[in-house]
T-cell receptor, first 112, second 116 residues
Framework: LAKTTQPISMDSYEGQEVNITCSHN???????ITWYQQFPSQGPRFIIQ???TKVTNEVASLFIPADRKSSTLSLPRVSLSDTAVYYC?????????????FGAGTRLFVKA | SAVISQKPSRDICQRGTSLTIQCQVD?????MFWYRQQPGQSLTLIAT?????????ESGFVIDKFPISRPNLTFSTLTVSNMSPEDSSIYLC?????????????FGPGTRLLVL
């Protein structure tokens, strides 16, 4: 299973764009990249998933370069409520491999 | 998306006792998963529970300590047996979901356990 590396923490201010990068150097051909968000006292919540290039939804964008050895979660114009831990997972969703490894995650703190 | 509820939401228990945590899903699912999240830490998968078969445990977790039941496609229980303070954690259940082509997980709100 591909291991991921993320910054432990990040600070930002309201209204700024936040980019969180995840390294996954040994990503396999069938692996997808999935990001989750976890607020205190809640279970993780799916944000976005992608395989290559760019994926965008109503919450975030996910940028994946051609070599797929890293990915960047982009949160546009963050607010205080975006303060949370963000997890990057890599694995094959068909075989379920990504279920087993949650990395340390990135603690994002948004300030007023 | 799946809606998952867990009971109890939190509990304080004495060492040596056992606690059974319930997980209810609003739709039928094949696999359910149990995770542990220790204070300030990430999530660790305990086991995968399939309906009609024995749960599959991850390395470091055993059935005697964490027995799991999966009586139907919408319900599962995890028991934390013979508890010690080291078992103080948040226990979360999750299920698979997602749109065609890629699977994701939906998580319950968690059960916060404190063992004294």
């Amino acid at each position: 299973l591909a291991k991921t590396t993320q910054p432990i923490s990040m600070d930002s201010y309201e209204g700024q764009e936040v980019n969180i990068t995840c390294s996954h150097n040994n990503i396999a051909t069938n692996d997808y990249i999935t990001w989750y968000q976890q607020f205190p006292s809640q279970g993780p919540r799916f944000i976005i998933q992608g395989y290559k290039t760019k994926v965008t939804n109503e919450v975030a964008s996910l940028f994946i370069p051609a070599d797929r050895k890293s990915s960047t979660l982009s949160l546009p114009r963050v607010s205080l409520s975006d303060t949370a831990v963000y997890y990057c997972l890599v694995g094959d969703p068909v075989t379920g491999g990504f279920k087993t490894i949650f990395g340390a995650g990135t603690r994002l703190f948004v300030k007023a | 998306s799946a809606v998952i509820s867990q009971k109890p939401s939190r509990d304080i228990c004495q060492r040596g006792t056992s606690l059974t945590i319930q997980c209810q899903v609003d739709s039928q699912v094949t696999m359910m998963f149990w995770y542990r999240q220790q204070p300030g830490q990430s999530l660790t998968l305990i086991a995968t529970a399939n309906q009609g078969s024995e749960a599959t445990y991850e390395s470091g977790f055993v059935i005697d300590k964490f027995p799991i039941s999966r009586p139907n496609l919408t319900f599962s229980t995890l028991t934390v047996s013979n508890m010690s303070p080291e078992d103080s954690s948040i226990y979360l259940c999750s299920v698979e979901g997602g749109t065609s082509g890629a699977e994701t997980q939906y998580f319950g709100p968690g059960t916060r356990l404190l063992v004294l």
